[in-house]
């Protein structure tokens, strides 16, 4: 099974990802490094080089050549099912799960990792809180396709993979 988490910056798709798949023995992929390798440099330098659009075609690339069978967990970026047809993809090649957080929890874990996302750098506590607020309403359109979603909110990591895997057993 191909399993995509999908959410918001912030709301631990990859380290959540990672740890999912060892626990289900499956591979691990995360379309952001997908693109840096592709791209040979980091997601970062990619939009202060290259810009947005360019990031965006390479990730899209990155999702179109994601198989749709085998056993493997990817972590995608936050614009990730907002662009293109890239949440159709995720949909059509297998499972997407919404990893769902509040705009106040997502901007407090987002606070100290502003500098590695360009969407984000320089903001300040407020300007995020604002940012988070308006960008997850527009985004949550696309993210709630998810076949599966999960309230993360007051949640630890270990509650979303053991809940995920019992949904997904029941399936
Ligand atoms: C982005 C999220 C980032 C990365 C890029 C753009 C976004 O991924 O793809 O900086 O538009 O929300 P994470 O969600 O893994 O931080």
């Known amino acids: 099974m191909i399993i995509f988490l999908v959410g918001f910056m912030g709301c631990g798709k990859s380290t959540t990802g990672r740890r999912l ?7 691990f992929a995360d379309t952001d490094t997908l693109v ?3 791209c040979g440099k980091s997601v ?3 939009f202060a080089s290259e810009g947005e659009e360019f990031f965006r075609r390479n990730e899209r690339k990155a999702i179109e050549d994601l198989p749709s069978e085998g056993d493997l967990v990817v972590a995608t970026g936050g614009g990730a099912p907002c662009h293109a047809d890239n949440m159709e993809q995720m949909l059509r090649k297998g499972k997407a ?3 769902r957080m509040s705009p106040a929890n997502l901007t407090d874990r987002l606070l100290h990792a502003r500098s590695v996302r360009p969407k ?14 308006d960008t997850l309403a527009e985004r949550e359109l696309f993210y ?3 076949q ?17 895997r019992r949904i997904l057993s029941e399936r």
Do not use: F
Request: some cysteine.
């Open 120 to 133: 984000i750098a320089g903001m300040n506590p407020t300007e995020l809180l604002a940012y988070v607020t």
């Open 36 to 38: 840096a390798e592709r």
């Open 44 to 46: 970062a330098e990619i």
């Open 97 to 99: 799960v919404y990893l």
């Open 144 to 146: 709630r396709k998810a």
């Open 21 to 27: 798949a060892e626990r289900l023995g499956y591979a």
């Open 148 to 164: 599966i979603v999960i309230d993360c909110n007051g949640v630890d990591e270990s509650y979303v993979i053991d809940h995920l």
